[in-house]
């Protein structure tokens, strides 16, 4: 499945953004979804995740209770809402898709086999 991701930009502490995350070429019902960031001269770290289904999904603990991950499975995207954004979130966002027909929450970059492109996130103190 090819992904695109879209959405960042440059904002203020304490402000929002909403990522997307469109994917095309094939059916989107069976892949897990994963959002990732990497920030400068850091490793590539998760974010969030979601199932197939949405009816599971799983935060950083860096970012329980600011950001929102959820999908609209006839639109084929996935969306991640980040709230009360902190300077420490400014890192290029990812996303990434599994194919699985186990119900699990996919938590490590190696998991997933599809990546999109990356959007730059930029917050400001």
């Known amino acids: 499945v090819q992904l695109q991701a879209s959405g960042g930009g440059s904002v203020q502490a304490g402000g929002s953004l909403r990522l997307s995350c469109a994917a095309s070429?094939?059916?989107?019902?069976?892949?897990?979804m994963g959002w990732f960031r990497q920030g400068p001269g850091k490793e590539r770290e998760f974010v969030a995740a979601i199932t197939w289904s949405g009816g599971m999904t799983a935060y950083a603990d860096s970012v329980k209770g600011r950001f929102t991950i959820s999908r609209d499975n006839a639109k084929n995207t996935i969306y991640l809402q980040m709230n009360s954004l902190k300077p420490d979130d400014t890192a290029v966002y990812y996303c990434a898709a599994r194919f699985s027909g186990i119900v699990l929450i996919f938590t490590t970059p190696g998991s997933y086999g599809d990546w999109g492109q990356g959007t730059q996130v930029t917050v400001s103190s």
């Open positions: 070429g094939r059916t989107f019902n069976g892949y897990h």
